[in-house]
């Protein structure tokens, strides 16, 4: 599905920064010893989570210190890596554009041209969930309805505004709802909300649970709306949730985005160096943790980068024969 272009773990304080770090001879990276990792991730019914958790459990069996931080997602992220109150994230291509290009939700702020990266993961799919049962078919059927659009300036409500741009609508002509779909999906099964905006891998396990007790369906992006989004956010590409994941009968056009794992700019070339190398060497162990993982390669590891690359993940890449 990748194309071209995108346990428990204890919350730790969110203030760890990389620290101890040394030239020792650990057989599974071999670069530094003892670095202090928190992750920031995204919500825990969302995938980030769980990749998140996957590669902690990569970095705690190599002698690291390791938090996962459960969070609002990618605006977030970029914010706690810019703070020094994470090591690592893992966010969409187009919250990463906006804040390095200071446009979107961070339109006034000086553009962060010192973010990084380290490569590109997986795509992340636009999802408009409802049920069979609200009537709700296209997406022009949102007109009046309760809506969930993702918590407020969150990469899931990014996208949402975009979606509403290139169907020539706003949230003037919704009910908007900010909030995360794991919360929106519960609302949905109540009867308070019409429909939700989900950004995630496929399948969301928020959405799976509700397609357990409902008739789901998935809302098209297609046609017109498609060709806005490629012709004016370049970081979009043509996807589909393939027939069978929520019980539709039929593929569903609509577009997705690569999501990026990214490092503090401010960590060094050893230590990220040492962090990119685990993740590879322990892909099958990550890709595990998720269906959406499983389109983790390292050959794809450009596809949707659109920053520099940090010097540590620019020297493990070079190594590996895939970067001259």
């Known amino acids: 599905m990748f194309k071209k272009y995108a346990s428990t773990f204890v919350l730790a304080s969110a203030a760890l920064i990389v620290s101890a770090c040394g ?3 650990d057989s599974a990276g071999g670069e530094v010893d003892d670095l202090f990792v928190t992750i920031a991730a995204g919500g825990t019914s969302g995938v980030y989570y769980p990749i998140a958790g996957a590669m902690a459990s990569v970095y705690e069996n190599a002698g690291h210190d390791v938090s996962v931080q459960a969070t609002g997602a990618s605006v977030e992220n970029v914010n706690l890596l810019q703070s020094d109150q994470a090591e690592l994230a893992i966010v969409m291509a187009d919250t990463v554009e906006q804040a390095y290009e200071g446009f979107g939700a961070y339109d006034g702020e000086d553009p962060q041209d010192n973010l990084v990266a380290i490569a590109g993961l997986y795509p992340n799919v636009v999802q408009v969930i409802t049920t ?10 949102l007109e009046g309805q309760r809506v969930a659009v993702g918590d407020a300036n969150s990469g899931v ?3 949402a505004r975009m979606m509403f741009e290139a169907h020539d609508m706003t949230y003037d002509d919704i009910s908007a709802d900010y909030l995360p779909y ?8 109540n009867g308070m909300l019409d429909a939700a905006f989900v950004t995630s891998g496929v399948p969301n396990s ?12 998935v809302v098209p992006i ?4 498609m060709t806005y989004l490629q012709d004016n956010y370049p970081f979009f590409i043509e996807d589909t949730v393939p027939a069978g994941t929520y019980d539709n009968e039929e593929d569903i056009q609509t577009p997705s985005i690569t999501n990026l794992l990214i490092p503090n700019p401010e960590l060094s070339e050893d230590e990220v160096y040492e962090l990119t190398q685990l993740f590879y060497e322990n892909l099958e162990q990550i890709q595990s943790s998720h269906d959406a993982a499983q389109d983790i390669e390292i050959e794809n590891f450009q596809e949707g980068v659109n ?3 940090h010097p540590g993940a620019e020297r493990y890449f070079q190594e590996e024969g895939l970067l001259d």
């Open 23 to 25: 030239n020792g001879d």
């Open 132 to 141: 069979t049962d609200s009537g709700i078919d296209t997406f022009a059927d």
């Open 157 to 159: 409500e990014l996208n």
């Open 182 to 189: 794991g919360e929106a999906i519960d609302q949905m099964r």
């Open 206 to 217: 928020a959405a799976m649970d509700l397609a357990s007790t409902h008739d789901v369906t």
């Open 222 to 225: 297609e046609d017109d709306a």
């Open 307 to 309: 920053i520099p690359l």
